[in-house]
């Protein structure tokens, strides 16, 4: 009497094995794209923030006479109507969202710059202390900051 053997159709260990691998890594690359898009609109939001800021800024520069208020007051912008409502940029490190100085005074008239750190550091300053240096994120690897000045 003769027995057929059946044999079944399986996937081998190895087969599998390739396969959760390549998952692995297709899900790796999507984390690390999502991450960067994070990163991007949080930045994003901060640049469109600190221009709220500057406009805000300057609007009180031109009434003031050129003169530029001596520290940055978010509250104090919002309360006077410069600004329309805080900004809800989320700053790094836990500190202040923007960094904010006067650079110079001339002809009676103050010039200011105010700051924004960036996630991706891409922006177009270098902040170190109180000095502020303009750097090109193409060559430079710590343009952390992007500023904006009057």
């Keep these: 009497m003769s027995r057929k053997i059946h044999s079944k159709k399986a ?3 190895i087969e599998v094995m390739v396969v959760v691998a390549i998952i692995g890594i297709l899900a790796s690359m999507g ?14 939001r901060r640049k469109s923030d600190l221009d709220e800021v500057r406009k805000a800024l300057q609007i009180y520069w031109a009434e003031h006479l050129g003169n530029a208020p001596a520290s ?13 409502k805080n900004p809800t940029s ?4 836990g500190g202040e969202t923007f960094s ?9 008239s103050q010039k200011f710059i105010v700051c924004v750190q960036l ?3 891409t922006g177009n300053y270098k902040v170190s202390g109180s000095t502020y240096t303009s750097c090109d994120p193409a060559t430079a690897s710590d343009c952390s900051h992007f500023c904006a000045t009057n």
């Design 31 to 44: 984390i690390s794209s999502y991450t960067r898009a994070l990163q991007n609109g949080r930045d994003a």
């Design 72 to 84: 940055l007051d978010l509250a104090s912008l919002t309360t006077n109507g410069y600004l329309d």
């Design 119 to 121: 996630e991706r550091k």
């Design 11 to 13: 996937f081998t260990l």
């Design 90 to 93: 989320v700053p790094l490190g």
């Design 100 to 108: 904010y100085a006067i650079t110079s005074s001339t002809s009676g």
